[in-house]
């Protein structure tokens, strides 16, 4: 009787337990993306706001982004994040050969001193308070992509 | 023409060109995605400590020095 009532118990149990454990689920994934907004928004605006206050060539600005960008590239490397990406092989050639005129063209100018660097033309855009602002967001936006890349393998169960 | 239009005429080409490349691959080219690249170049420890390093500097660069 009880082997029977355990027995017919056991699907309805197993049920809720399932539905609990989606419920569970749901609030772990929107509880880490909430602790994922705060933490963006209490690390990113400080930092917005040292670049805008301080403004270029400053050291305040200077140990504003410098700090972020070490406390992200320390975080991403003991996350391994990225490691479990999915491969692009050859499909990615043309991103490298992109990259690589990128790279000859900055080396071109840096050689030659008639011609302006990027960072020659990109500090008269960037001399805008607003458009400064907008930069850092963008570059905090791209670390915070970064560190969201994939991690660790699924282990084999 | 001036160095300085030279230099923006090679820049824009530069940015038109990645333009074209997102695109191609976002309608179905055998292209991957920039951001396909990146998450790629990602997958080894030295990958990851490149683009990391090089995200880190382009902000300290541009941003803060």
Redesign the interface.
């Given at each position: 009787m009880l082997f029977v009532s355990a027995a017919g118990a056991a699907p309805g149990y197993a049920r809720t337990g399932a539905v609990l454990g989606v419920i569970s689920e749901h609030e772990r994934v929107t509880f880490s993306a909430c602790t994922r907004w705060l933490t963006f928004l209490a690390v990113g605006l400080p930092c917005v706001a040292a670049?805008i206050v301080f403004g270029e060539?400053?050291t305040g600005?200077?140990l504003?982004?410098?700090g972020?960008?070490?406390l992200?590239?320390v975080v991403?490397?003991a996350r391994?994040?990225?490691?479990?990406?999915?491969?692009?092989g050859r499909?990615?050639l043309?991103?490298?050969g992109?990259l690589a005129?990128?790279v000859a063209?900055e080396l071109l100018?840096l050689v030659?001193d008639?011609?302006?660097?990027?960072?020659?033309?990109?500090d008269l855009v960037?001399a805008h308070p607003p458009v400064?602002a907008a930069?850092?967001l963008a570059?905090l936006i791209?670390?915070a992509?970064?560190l969201t890349?994939?991690g660790q393998h699924p282990q084999p169960p | 023409m001036s160095?300085?239009t030279?230099?923006?005429i090679?820049?824009a080409l530069?940015v038109i060109?990645?333009l074209a490349?997102e695109l191609s691959?976002r309608r179905g080219h055998?292209?991957?995605t920039?951001?396909?690249?990146?998450?790629?170049?990602?997958?080894t420890?030295p990958?990851?400590?490149m683009?990391?390093?090089a995200?880190?500097w382009?902000?300290?660069?541009?941003?803060?020095?």
């Open positions: 670049v060539l400053s600005a200077l504003a982004v410098g972020i960008g070490v992200v590239a991403g490397l391994r994040a990225g490691e479990a990406a999915l491969p692009v499909r990615g043309p991103w490298l992109w005129a990128g063209w100018t030659d008639d011609l302006p660097t990027v960072s020659d033309l990109a960037l400064r930069a850092t570059w791209a670390g992509w970064l890349r994939p | 160095e300085r030279v230099s923006v090679a820049l530069l060109t990645g490349l691959a055998d292209r991957a920039a951001a396909q690249a990146v998450a790629s170049a990602m997958r420890t990958g990851r400590a683009v990391l390093t995200w880190v382009l902000g300290v660069h541009f941003l803060a020095r």
